[in-house]
């Protein structure tokens, strides 16, 4: 999604709380040189290990807020930055924003997808409902993410004190194919952008329906947020 969405061939990726380094190892096989930064050891360990790109991969110590200090700096700009279902666990969502934002190049964008946590929020049905956990650990694991992640007001408040503060555009929208109805104008664009691997993303979105009266599938429950630097 971020690659269809950047608007210009992307020569540098950096994955925002990469992880053990399943997505940055995706992310190789398609940019010339990509960077992932995590806060935890044995994640940037791991990550490490997986990838095998040589100079063109690069995996650092860093949080998402620490990309603003001299180390995070020393990476240099990108013109794709993402984060994927690790937003919630950021200690200050605002500074961290703002540090990424500072690590891209103009025009340069940043998309982060996350679950939404309803605004009249009961963990344990809307879990249920709205995910349909395989067993108690994996609805456990859910019940938590949705409740560190944002409301759809929280992001809106998040977003525009982001612009308030440094030269972006930010946008929130939620469910569909990157918060657009797969049925939309936009949506279509977005697959003919990258269609080679967006193919298999409608696949699993038709795989994902839920039967008639159980909720809506898994994807009408994230949010997606687009940060743009502008030029």
Known sequence: ??????????????????????????????????????????????????LTGGPRCRVDELSMEQLADPAGQTLGTFDLAIMHLV?????????????????????????????????????????AVAFRPANSDEHAYLVDQVAASFSWDELIALGQAVERCAPVRVEVRAGGLGGFDIASGQARRLVAARAQHMIPLLRR???????????PPPYEVMWHLYLRRLT
Request: negative net charge; aromatic residues 4%; hydrophobic residues 50%.
């Open 87 to 127: 937003f919630g666990l950021v200690e200050n969502p605002l500074a961290g924003l703002l540090a990424v934002a500072d690590r891209l190049s103009e025009g340069g964008l940043f998309y982060a997808t996350d679950l939404l946590r309803p605004a009249a929020f009961n963990a344990d049905p809307h879990v």
């Open 205 to 215: 979105f038709e795989d994902d329906g839920a039967p008639e009266g159980a909720g």
């Open 1 to 50: 999604m971020g690659l269809a969405q950047v608007g210009r061939p992307v020569r540098r990726l950096l994955d925002v709380s990469c992880g053990g380094g399943d997505l940055l190892a995706e992310a190789a096989r398609i940019v010339p040189e990509v960077v992932g930064v995590d806060p935890v050891a044995v994640a940037v360990a791991a990550a490490r290990q997986r």
